[in-house]
Every structure is written in C-alpha cells, then in structure tokens.
C-alpha cells in the first residue's frame, strides 16, 4: 500500500537557546524533545522527537553565536520506518499551516512558513530568485 507522505517546516527567528526553545515547542505539540542522535547534524546542533509516526527536528544554523538572533527550523516528516517505496505521484501532504496554527495558540506570534526567495537564499541559488 502507498501512503501519503506527511510533512511540515515552520521557522522562528528568535534571541534564545535551542533548548529554550526546544522546551516551548515540546509544550506546544506535547512531545519530548531530546538531543538528536541524527548524522545530520552534529553534537548539540538539534532536538528531536517523534510522534504520529513523525520524526520532528528543531534546529538552527550553528554558525551564529548564543544570545544573537537565530532562525529556528522545526521540520518534520514520515519516520523512516514507515516511509512505503518511493513513488512519484504519491501524494505529499504539507501540513505546515497546521503547525503553525498551534505552535501560535500554544506558543507565541513569531512561527511563520518560510517563502520560496528565503529557501532559495539558504540554498544558494540567487538566479532563482
């Protein structure tokens, strides 16, 4: 059977630690953020948790220093353990507006969805812009 897969990113631009920040999130979405043990990121660079078969990362760009202003990244998608055979048309379903509507109930004003020119500038791509 091809399940959907389910995905959401929403960001924070915000003055404060990630575990700050992590504790807030775990609040909001009643999930228990820990360090994340993923090779995707180094040792005190992310939080994870896992829930409704997602696996959910709050992270940030550890090139900027503790007490600046960071953009805080909060993504999730489907757990690799439940991800079906890759399919091209199967549906992929964003749930970021979701997120972003209790994470500012439950939170604070400040998640927003990124746009395509910010994630274009994070990719480097500028010509698309």
């Known amino acids: 059977m091809i399940y959907p897969q389910i995905s959401f990113q929403v960001r924070l631009n915000e003055q404060a630690t990630l575990l700050e920040v992590g504790a807030r999130v775990s609040k909001a979405l009643e999930s228990v953020f820990q360090p994340s043990g993923s090779k995707l990121f ?8 896992t829930c409704l078969g997602l696996w959910i990362t709050l992270s940030h ?4 220093s503790e007490g600046e202003v960071r953009n805080f990244v909060l993504m999730g998608m489907v757990k690799g353990d439940l991800e079906a055979q890759w399919e091209i048309n199967r549906p992929n379903i964003s749930i970021s507006q979701y997120i972003l509507g209790v994470l500012s109930t439950y939170d604070h004003g400040g998640w927003y969805i990124a746009d395509v020119q910010e994630l274009q500038r994070e990719a480097g791509l500028p010509w698309l812009e």
Do not use: F
Not at 42 to 49: N, R, S, Y
Not at 61 to 64: A, G, H, K, M, V
């Open 42 to 49: 180094e040792d005190g660079e992310a939080l994870e948790a």
């Open 61 to 64: 760009d550890p090139e900027i």
